[in-house]
């Protein structure tokens, strides 16, 4: 039994990854604006706070109910503080096609976690999260190389390490709850 319910885990990771490399392939490198990069860390910052509110209300483990609790703080920290940079350099953030696309696969990988209940869900929403923020932190080390506004490159480079942290603790989780 213990091993039908880890394959399933297992399987439903591999479709959240499926739908997050989706993602990866699209990632334009230096051909978004600012105002555009802004708009992809709001729409990451959304999916973060989404995942998390439902984590939030299915997470069999405390750890895992602990780890989306923050995500959810933490994002919409991140939000906030994204929604003053542009009021103070009064850039609007605009939502280009790698933010539609990221809207797509996170709304995909809704679907699967949806699907899941009890460990298989901790599991394959921690698989998730450690999918999410490994790619934000690829982007946004990226964009921290082309992006031309000064306020904006010290805002994404100020953004990294909390994106690692949280990268850290996700697999932290991932560690003792596949061990159960």
């Not at 959304?46 to 609790?69: K, N």
């Not at 699967?112 to 982007?139: C, M, P, V, W």
């Not at 000064?150 to 596949?178: C, M, N, T, W, Y």
Request: net charge negative.
């Amino acid at each position: 039994m213990k091993l039908l319910v880890t394959v399933a885990a297992m399987m439903s990771v591999c479709a959240l990854v499926a739908a997050c490399s989706l993602v990866e392939r699209a990632m334009p490198g230096a051909t978004m604006s600012d105002a555009d990069l802004l708009g992809v860390w709001n729409t990451i910052n959304h999916s973060e706070i989404d995942a998390g509110q439902l984590a939030r209300d299915r997470a069999s483990s405390e750890e895992v109910l602990a780890y989306a609790s923050r995500m959810v703080h933490d994002h919409q920290m991140h939000m906030q503080d994204a929604d003053r940079l542009a009021h103070r350099i009064r850039m609007e953030p605009r939502k280009p096609a790698l933010a539609s696309t990221f809207e797509n696969a996170h709304q995909k990988a809704m679907e699967e976690l949806r699907d899941n209940a009890g460990l298989n869900f901790d599991k394959s929403y921690i698989g998730y999260q450690i999918t999410l923020h490994q790619q934000a932190i690829n982007l946004v080390k990226d964009a921290v190389e082309w992006v031309n506004d000064p306020q904006v490159k010290r805002f994404l480079g100020e953004a990294v390490p909390d994106l690692q942290s949280h990268l850290e603790a996700a697999h932290s989780v991932q560690r003792r709850i596949l061990n159960r």
